[in-house]
């Protein structure tokens, strides 16, 4: 029905800028929020970044000030532009979007596979 597809993870040094990307296919009617969340090891799946279909965000403080999300609606593609990375941010990012399938105005939530972000000293 409808997959998402990521790129631009990857191995960083701390302090380096990685952009990830994210693009929804399939069969749909329509995309409302797509975004970001990550996950390490053993801890909870947590938020990074979001953006709806008006383009009001939502950062995690962690990373306020150092990522910024956007998308290009006519692609259906969300990235994440990460800057200043710190070790703290390693962790399988995985992309998500609320999607109507079959009814106008029904949304439902779709996960990437996750892609893996490592930054080194």
């Known amino acids: 029905q409808v997959q998402l597809v990521e790129s631009g993870g990857g191995l960083v040094q701390a302090g380096g800028s990685l952009r990830l990307s994210c693009t929804a296919s399939?069969?749909?009617?329509?995309?409302?929020?797509m975004g970001w969340y990550r996950q390490v090891p053993g801890q909870q799946r947590e938020l990074v970044a979001d953006?709806?279909?008006?383009?009001?965000?939502n950062y995690a403080d962690s990373v306020k000030g150092r990522f910024t999300i956007s998308r290009d609606s006519t692609k259906n593609t969300v990235y994440l532009q990460m800057n200043s990375l710190k070790f703290e941010d390693t962790a399988v990012y995985y992309c998500?979007?609320?999607?109507?399938?079959?009814?106008?105005?029904?949304?439902?939530?779709?996960w990437g596979q996750g892609t893996q972000v490592t930054v080194s000293s």
């Open positions: 998500y979007a609320t999607i109507a399938t079959t009814q106008w105005g029904i949304y439902y939530e779709t």
């Open positions: 399939g069969s749909f009617l329509s995309i409302n929020v």
């Open positions: 953006i709806n279909s008006r383009g009001s965000t």
